[in-house]
């Protein structure tokens, strides 16, 4: 009897221990995704200011780029091997430390990216993330994927200009916000941005047929980059758009098999540019004139 009591004892001692442990273990691992979400919002609230100030030498931008990139690196290589013990259920998180997780992976390879969007999926339905998180997300992975986006979250800034430009966007993606209870949070960035971009910035609506290039023109200067404007762009043999102000162009077409130069031309001035393919929705490039 004292012998079974005291295997019982040791059984209940173990159990204790191993609790103990795994709310140890799990305090650790939320440490961890926390300091890594800090230092990922802390680091990208530079790079933006510095972005947004048009006396930004570029070689700062450059410098404080790379140095967002490694850290980027860096806390993936912290948090994405315990949201692997997460999705193992080896390991129990707060919704905190899940939704901190989500920037994580939110500014991960697109390969990253692709691997947890069931994680992400699950996050918005059980309310860990709200719609504006999950539809920025669901934008990201199809515009890293050259397609066209469906909630107008993804938007390209270029480094020399300044100038914002939203990534195309589905015909359909009305229908396929509205399926998806979502179709208030895309109007929402409609408005938002038809009010806030000039005209030739207005976001592009594509078919599944269509296939959108768009880009920038500049010559180089002393310092840095300077938008050349009035340049004209053909394909086809036809004159598609002009590149405006800050060198900004952009144009849409059918898509085809059979691919021919884009032409780009200014009084004597000319330069050929090819597409990589039409496999895609788009395609962005910038020319050096």
Do not use: C
Not at 18 to 34: G, S, V, Y
Not at 140 to 162: E, S
Not at 176 to 181: C, G, L
Not at 202 to 225: L, R, T, W
Request: hydrophobic fraction near 40%.
């Amino acid at each position: 009897m004292k012998k079974l009591i005291a295997a019982v004892s040791l059984i209940g001692s173990s159990i204790a221990i191993t609790k103990a442990q795994t709310m140890e273990n799990t305090m650790n691992f939320e440490k961890l995704i926390m300091k890594a979400y800090h230092a990922d919002q802390e680091n990208r609230t530079i790079v933006e200011k510095l972005l947004l100030d048009k006396s930004t030498p570029q070689d700062s931008l450059k410098k404080y780029a790379l140095q967002l990139k490694k850290s980027d690196m860096m806390n993936q290589k912290v948090v994405l091997p315990i949201l692997d013990k997460y999705i193992a259920s080896e390991v129990k998180l707060s919704d905190s430390s899940l939704n901190a997780a989500y920037y994580i992976v939110q500014h991960a390879s697109k390969e990253d990216q692709e691997k947890y969007s069931n994680f992400v999926g699950k996050l918005y339905k059980n309310q860990v993330i709200n719609k504006n998180e999950y539809t920025r997300f669901i934008d990201r992975v199809l515009i890293r994927n050259h397609k066209a986006q469906v909630y107008l979250k993804q938007a390209h800034m270029d480094a020399d200009v300044k100038d914002i430009y939203p990534f195309p966007l589905k015909a359909n993606a009305k229908e396929i916000a509205k399926n998806n209870n979502l179709l208030e949070e895309l109007e929402k960035e409609i408005d938002i941005k038809t009010k806030s971009f000039p005209a030739e910035y207005a976001p592009v609506f594509i078919m599944d047929d269509e296939f959108v290039v768009f880009g920038h023109i500049k010559k180089k200067d002393e310092q840095s980059n300077v938008p050349v404007s009035d340049v004209e762009i053909s394909y086809g043999g036809k004159v598609l758009a002009k590149s405006n102000q800050n060198g900004f162009y952009s144009f849409k077409i059918i898509k085809s098999a059979t691919i021919v130069d884009i032409l780009f031309t200014k009084g004597s001035i000319f330069m050929n540019k090819k597409l990589d393919s039409m496999d895609k929705d788009w395609q962005m490039i910038d020319v050096l004139f």
